[in-house]
């Protein structure tokens, strides 16, 4: 299989990563030299080849490609010759996918968009964070990874029924609709009553909540179902009567059952806690950074991170994303570095 | 009409709450059959997170609905034998297996991966418990928001002024791990159509959550740990989100360079902070970030938005789970459908994003009600008698009704 990604943000690079780990031949044609920051570089550019070629030769690549993902701005891509329609007409087989923060049409889709504004325009912004201060973004550009995400998932998709039906098809990914769908049951409960969620901070209920802990913080999300068996490991009688199990009761006595669970959270460890859960089968977590990541034998043992090797020192960064099908990760290029040898290999004696 | 990518493929659904099942409806929508098979005893608890009034209250779950449309939906308990046995009638037929149980649940079933097989050679089983089917961390139980902890998303987010790190305001780990499984089914898939061979594929949530912050992890190579930015950018300035008129409204504006900065000064009244450079801005944001807020404020975020994007600065107004159904731009990319169901009034629920511009996929079913399609399934694809559909009512392995309902 071969990609071809044009534009060279994050989320372009980000979805065609995934087909480079599953064995795809992916060539990146380079965007603007600040699109990605070292570190997105190195986390997102492991295993592609990359070609810098004038518009005419890209236009080759693409018809020789099984899958163009490219996330610039809507009508950038024609402008440049390689109309996704045309691209389509003379190829059937190719599957195109556009990925930018408010679609192809519409009365936004030129909008100037950053990874906050679309994060913003999507909700997911609205529900994060405390009432009486800001909504808060999350880290790490979720707006754009999540539509990256989208873009690897949907295009592999659309790959398959080419393979099953002949033909591909142009897809049209905005970041803005691949998160309003996803609120949960914030989106689909407004549509019916007309009222916005709040922001409810760590705690969308004492159950449901992110705690300070002895080492840190940590949290806890239990169902009904689960309610006896966390009581039961917190130890406080209090909590075994009726306004606490009950889970009408419970809501009217959330605030002083969140009082109780914080008391109970404020003198563990997380490893106690995460043992906890484990002992009494209730979600426990903890809060966890990605240099302890680095440092844990569950994901050693999984094999989960690749590295990378850069002039700067190997960078660990995660792998495959689930067991089960060969993965390979893959060597740094440098910008350029794979021309001559991606024009032979993709458009053979016409290079 | 051109097919979509997925007709002709069919899913037995295992999967409960919200991982699982958003990774179905995003295979309903690419053209899978999908059939959710649920238990008597044992139902999706989305149908009951919330009391909701009626006769039939896990039938008319907007939450459940919303995201399990492009499904039929059965019910089996494969407690009992017989249940087990019709399950794997149903596996012999079908393309894909996908199961969010927690990770010993299926093999104590009796329905593992090698039983699955055994009744469809190729079959495409995807697990996807929280923490994976291996590994020290493979009995931890999780939810999306566990998952988002557990893979360091949470340790990144956060005011930066108080040290507290933030969960996100929904159960992100849920269709991160669920976007992931649809691709996680469609490469095995491909496989399949290569090789003959099927594939038992072990997703982890919290793996697939932490891919979504692969850059972290370069930087924790190098012994760094996170710092809170807000909703400031690490190299742009300024950024952030700023009060508008009215409660809770918010606007999220960015500025890239010195030119949008210039055009911003223009725009709040600022000409003297015009030549500010991007160190200044970055020293400065404070004092910045009072007087965008102080020219913000007193606007409708709407107007704020249009004056900033007329000057192309990156500016967007926050809507929240109520404004998204009135946003003028999806509302002309016709982004809202209203569908049908028999036990709920119609409200807008989102058609597919995924937005194939030829096949163009639209909402074609609206979710299962418990049971629904028990008949359908059972007498007409796997040909149990009408005497044994009775029989198997009275035994409780199907029915059409929670059995020992409970809310939460």
């Known amino acids: 299989m071969r990609v071809l990604e044009i534009g060279g943000g994050v989320p372009a690079a980000f979805a065609t990563r995934f087909f480079a780990g599953y064995g795809a031949d992916v060539v990146r044609s380079e965007g603007p030299p600040d699109a990605l920051t070292r570190d997105e570089e190195i986390a997102l550019l492991a295993g592609k080849r990359r070609v810098g070629v004038p518009d005419a030769e890209l236009r080759a690549l693409a018809l020789a490609a099984d899958l163009v993902v490219e996330d610039g701005r809507p009508g950038a891509l024609a402008a440049r010759g390689l109309d996704p329609l045309a691209l389509r007409a003379e190829k059937p087989a190719l599957v195109v996918t556009s990925l930018t923060p408010f679609g192809q049409s519409g009365p936004h889709a030129q909008f100037e968009a950053t990874n906050l504004t679309a994060h913003a325009a999507g909700g997911i912004l609205s529900l994060t964070g405390v009432r009486g201060r800001p909504p808060l973004a999350n880290g790490a550009n979720q707006a754009w990874k999540l539509l990256g995400l989208n873009g690897f998932a949907a295009s592999v998709t659309a790959y398959f029924g080419a393979l099953l039906h002949g033909e591909g098809d142009w897809l049209d990914l905005s970041a803005q609709e691949c998160a309003v769908g996803m609120l949960e049951f914030h989106g689909p409960r407004s549509a019916v009553d007309g009222l916005p969620s709040p922001r409810l901070g760590n705690r969308t209920t004492a159950i449901w909540g992110l705690y300070r802990c002895a080492d840190g913080y940590a949290g806890v999300c239990a169902l009904q179902r689960q309610v006896k068996a966390l009581f039961e490991g917190i130890g406080d009688p209090e909590l075994m009567q009726p306004r606490f199990l009950d889970p009408l009761e419970r809501m009217k006595d959330d605030k002083e059952l969140g009082k109780r669970v914080a008391h109970f959270f404020s003198d563990k460890s997380k490893a106690e806690l995460l043992a906890l859960g484990l002992r009494q089968r209730v979600p426990f977590g903890a809060v966890l950074t990605p240099r302890e990541l680095l440092g844990s034998a569950a994901l050693a043992e999984r094999g989960f991170f690749d590295e990378v090797a850069t002039p700067e020192g190997v960078a660990r960064v995660p792998g495959r994303p689930f067991l089960g099908l060969d993965w390979q990760g893959g060597a740094l290029a440098t910008p350029a570095a794979d021309t001559r040898a991606v024009l032979r290999d993709w458009l053979g004696a016409a290079a | ?408």
């Open chain 2, 1 to 408: 009409m051109k097919r979509l990518p997925l007709e002709g493929i069919r899913v037995v659904d295992l999967t409960m709450m919200w991982a699982g099942p958003y990774a179905t409806h995003r295979l309903g929508e690419m053209g899978a059959e999908v059939i959710k098979v649920e238990a008597p005893r044992a139902w999706d608890n989305v149908r009951t997170l919330f009391p909701i009034p009626g006769d039939e209250p896990w039938n008319a779950s907007f939450y459940f609905n919303d995201y399990n449309r492009e499904k039929m939906g059965i019910t089996l308990d494969l407690s009992q034998p017989r249940g087990r046995e019709l399950l794997l009638a149903l596996v012999a037929k079908s393309d894909v297996v996908v199961e969010n149980y927690r990770a010993d649940v299926l093999d104590k079933l009796g329905l593992g991966y090698e039983a699955l097989r055994a009744a469809r050679p190729d079959v495409v089983l995807v697990s996807m418990a929280g923490f994976g089917k291996t590994g020290a961390d493979r009995e931890l139980v999780g939810f999306g928001p566990i998952v988002e902890q557990m893979a360091g998303l949470a340790s990144l987010t956060g005011y930066g002024d108080d040290g507290v790190p933030y969960k996100t305001g929904i159960s992100y780990g849920d269709p991160v791990g669920g976007l992931a499984a649809v691709s996680a089914v469609v490469l095995a898939l491909i496989q399949r159509r290569r090789t003959g061979r099927g594939a038992w594929i072990d997703l982890a949530q919290r793996e697939t959550m932490a891919e979504m912050l692969p850059e972290a992890f370069v930087a924790a190579s190098r012994g760094e740990d996170p710092v809170h930015h807000g909703n400031r950018h690490p190299v742009w300035a300024p950024q952030g989100v700023y009060p508008c008129a009215g409660k809770e409204q918010w606007l999220a504006l960015s500025v890239r360079s010195d030119a949008e900065w210039r055009a911003l000064c223009e725009e709040i009244g600022a000409p003297e902070w015009a030549g500010l450079a991007l160190a200044e801005r970055r020293a400065r944001h404070d004092e910045l970030d009072a007087r965008i807020a102080a020219w913000s404020a007193p606007q409708e975020s709407v107007a704020a938005q249009e004056r900033l994007q007329a000057r192309r600065i990156p500016a967007a107004r926050m809507l929240d789970s109520d404004s998204i159904h009135w946003d003028p731009h999806l509302l002309a990319r016709d982004h809202w459908d209203f569908l049908a169901h028999p036990s709920t009034p119609p409200y807008a629920q989102p058609a597919p994003h995924w937005r194939l511009h030829e096949a163009a996929p639209r909402p074609r079913r609206p979710a299962p009600r418990f049971g629904e399609h028990n008949r359908e399934v059972l007498c007409g694809l796997l040909g149990v008698s009408e005497a044994e559909f009775a029989e198997l009512a009275a035994a409780g392995v199907i029915g059409e009704a929670p059995v020992g309902l409970v809310i939460g």
